[in-house]
């Protein structure tokens, strides 16, 4: 599956749904990007993960973390892993799939 | 199954699946360990399970409790346990479903 979106991992978490709906626009629209996965995390945080070839994950995540640190609670966290391991593509499919 | 992974256990919390993520990513390339878990425990909290030798699952707790600690809001536990009772395997398997 990582080959089909390009390799590297983007992860936004945020404080509630609005500024994660809004990252998401941010990010897609920023670079060429795929969203694979929008996870309710519990406790109010919702994590959108897309993936993509680096740079673009990288451009991507940075307008994202930008644009929805003015929306609602915010961003909580915002992350990229350039390569992630085998093990964890089961973590990110299993993210995918619930 | 612990004898197919190796026998100890460790474990990783944070606060937001980001940081587990990351945690996940740095425990495994840090040392020949399995993920057997990726558990929502509730109120935004994510537990990773790792099985593998002691010495790797020690060092790769390490690893990925540094690792997450700068990520989002972070680390709430991680911890080892070299040898789980048979009875708590019961626990770990629950754990995956």
């Given at each position: 599956?990582?080959?089909e979106y390009g390799i590297a991992l983007g992860m936004i978490e945020t404080r509630g749904l609005v500024p994660a709906i809004e990252a998401a626009?941010?990010?897609?629209?920023?670079?060429?990007v795929r969203l694979v996965s929008r996870e309710f995390v519990g406790g109010g945080y919702v994590t959108?993960?897309?993936?993509?070839?680096?740079g673009a994950?990288?451009?991507?995540?940075r307008a994202?973390?930008?644009a929805?640190?003015?929306?609602?609670d915010g961003l909580v966290a915002a992350h990229?892993?350039?390569r992630p391991h085998?093990?964890?593509?089961?973590?990110?499919?299993?993210a995918a799939k619930a």
């Open positions: 599956m990582s080959t626009d941010a990010m897609t629209k920023a670079a060429e959108i993960l897309v993936r993509g070839e680096t994950v990288n451009a991507a995540v994202g973390a930008d929805c640190e003015r929306v609602g990229i892993i350039a085998n093990e964890v593509e089961q973590v990110v499919s299993n």
